[in-house]
């Protein structure tokens, strides 16, 4: 870039500054809809890519006992009675369930090498012993003694020897980890029983077709879980809340249009400035080249801002207020999962659907006064 | 050396002018030349059109019918992006200065360098000097609205004159002026004649030869100019 243009640009800068009020309205206005529109559909990618890890690392299938009551406990041999189809290739009886907490309901689990491998990829845990937990991130405890105590068919506190690591909270938030003596008790499982029975199958696609045969393997009534059916039920359940933050977009669009109308606006208020310039010798080049760059400079720190609070607001930790305002979170929200290569068009989106309208207002009235006669600008101008 | 400024049967009426005297016409067939190195003094009562004949030639407007020639290339014809590049070598002084005032009186002066070559250094350092030869240079940094109306015209007379234009136009160029700064802003004139410029001058008091060497003296008088002797 030459110095020249370096010059033109300071001068631009300038100019802003002779209208600092109308200039920095114009900037938070930019701004503030660039975090409108970014926070919704960044949230949308962020719930979308979260939930397909979420059931990337879930099983196949699960299979849950039912009966007139409801939910009830899988017996010892019901692992044996699902290897016996075939494409089953895994069967795992989980321990798991929600119980009350001080603070509210928690998920307990209990905690074996396998499952620990799952939440805690990375990190080597040991597994808790019996009276002891490894909780999430959402759970607190208050004493001194770090015990929790947790309230379920029978009530038991345990002494909390670890937190899950930061970047399991998708998984682990409002998870207690305990010992499988500790977590029966809570559950009210005879020994050798589980909640449910994870599977995995040979090929993941055809799983539903195994669907009729697994249910004959059990002497009772049994649901299974299909990895598509979870997907459905988190699909819903976003979708539900997601349609309130599609209505930040009508005021956004609204936003937008009067944005647009009040730059046309403030540059048609500009004929006699126009006119003067083009009177000492600036072409219709200088002063749409002096219009554009006024608008980047005034546009482009405002979207980058914008999208940079879009970004605290879903990844940070106002995500809390963000989960409860737009799909309802009461808990503490957990960490959601960025991909790049999600959130990269996501951000260049927003900045074309911004930067267009914004740069075409002005780039059209300067051109429609660029064509004037000088003298004309002027007298229409005052 | 840059060529005259020709008028050729130039003729200029407002869009909704009252059409019942000349049938409307502020200005009618002109035929004149503005020579290169002398200044034309332009004068008529008020009204009489001096001033749309002086945005005539700067090519602010165009005209109504016939043309006007520089360097005998009809530039009032020319689409707007030439006129735009020409308009460059083109110093105006407004009789309202049209001064910007959310710019300070330096970044006034320097309005017209902005889009050529050169920056804030070259730009300051020729505004300065401009706003020094009229006496102006204290107000470099004053805002325009502090300024009286003496002051203010000076400092758009320096906006005219900073980049050493090949044509200025100056409408009423010494209004407001005590006799010293008017004899300043017509020695400057003369000395933009003296290098070779068009330099026009339109006003209406007659004291103003006395300030400003005056080559030739026109007087526009029912939309047509006559020499006066």
């Known amino acids: ?57 879930g099983p196949d299938l699960v299979v849950r006992r039912v009966t007139a009551g409801g939910w009830h406990s899988i017996d010892a041999q019901a692992t044996a009675r699902a290897l016996t189809i075939p494409g089953i290739t895994d069967a795992r009886p989980r321990i798991w369930g929600t119980v009350r907490a001080p603070q509210g309901p928690v998920t307990i689990a209990a905690a074996d090498q396998d499952a620990i491998a799952r939440w805690c990829p990375s990190e080597v845990l040991r597994p808790p012993d019996q009276g002891e937990a490894i909780i999430g991130r959402g759970i607190a405890f208050t004493d001194d003694a770090r015990v929790l ?78 990895r598509e059916d979870a997907r459905k039920h988190y699909a819903a359940a976003f979708g539900r809340r997601g349609g309130l933050g599609l209505l930040l977009f009508a005021p956004a669009i609204m936003a ?108 059209w009235s300067s051109l429609v006064q660029a064509a004037s006669d000088p003298q004309d600008l002027l007298n229409r101008g005052n | 050396m840059p060529a005259a400024l020709e008028c050729r049967r130039l003729a200029y009426r407002y869009p909704n002018a009252d059409r019942t005297a000349l049938n409307g016409f502020l200005l009618q067939e002109i035929d004149s030349i503005f020579p290169a190195g002398q200044v034309v003094l332009i004068s008529g ?13 700067a090519g602010l407007r165009r005209p109504t019918r016939g043309e006007i020639r520089a360097a005998g290339q009809p530039v009032s014809r020319w689409v707007a992006a030439h006129r735009d590049r020409w308009r460059r070598r083109v110093g105006i002084i407004f009789q309202q200065d049209h001064l910007v005032s959310g710019l300070n009186v330096l970044e006034n002066v320097i309005l017209p360098l902005i889009p050529r070559s050169g920056g804030p250094g070259k730009w300051r350092s020729m505004g300065l000097d401009i706003l020094n030869r009229l006496n102006a240079q204290q107000l470099a940094g004053q805002a325009i609205t502090a300024l009286s109306g003496g002051q203010r015209q000076r400092v758009a007379a320096a906006r005219a004159l900073v980049d050493a234009p090949d044509y200025i136009m100056a409408d009423e160029p010494t209004a407001h002026q005590d006799t010293a700064n008017a004899r300043r802003i017509g020695r400057l004139l003369r000395q933009a004649a003296d290098r070779g410029a068009v330099v026009v001058v339109a006003a209406h008091d007659r004291h103003v030869e006395e300030w400003i060497a005056v080559d030739q003296h026109l007087k526009l008088d029912n939309g047509t100019l006559q020499p006066v002797p």
């Open chain 1, 1 to 57: 870039m030459t110095a020249c243009r370096y010059a033109n640009i300071l001068w631009a800068a300038r100019e802003l500054l002779t209208r600092p009020g109308v200039n920095l309205l114009m900037a938070f206005s930019v701004g503030l809809l660039a975090t409108m529109i970014t926070t919704g559909l960044l949230l949308s990618q962020a719930l979308t890519t979260t939930t397909a890890h979420l059931l990337a690392e």
């Open chain 1, 149 to 226: 105590t947790l309230q379920g068919e029978s009530s038991v506190s345990v002494r909390v020897v670890q937190r899950f690591m930061e970047e399991t909270d998708l998984m682990t938030h409002d998870l207690v980890l305990l010992h499988p003596w500790d977590a029966r008790r809570l559950l009210g499982l005879a020994p050798g029983d589980a909640s449910d029975l994870a599977l995995g199958v040979f090929h993941p696609d055809e799983a539903e077709a195994l669907l009729p045969e697994l249910a004959q393997a059990f002497p009772y009534p049994v649901h299974i879980a299909t």
């Open chain 1, 256 to 363: 937008l249009v009067l944005l647009v109308a009040g730059i046309v606006r403030q540059q048609i208020g500009d004929r006699a400035r126009v006119g003067l310039l083009k009177a000492l010798g600036w072409t219709s080049r200088d002063i749409v080249a002096l219009q554009v760059t006024k608008a980047l400079l005034v546009g482009l720190p405002a979207i980058t801002i914008g999208l940079t609070a879009a970004y605290g607001l879903v990844y940070g930790p106002s995500r809390q207020w963000i989960g409860f305002l737009l799909l309802g979170w009461q808990e503490n929200a957990p960490l959601l999962h960025l991909e790049a290569g999600h959130a990269a068009p996501i951000f260049l989106e927003v900045t074309g659907i911004l930067l267009a309208p914004f740069l075409a207002a002005v780039l």
């Open chain 2, 45 to 57: 009562i008020s009204g009489a059109g001096k001033s749309t004949l002086l945005h005539l030639l």
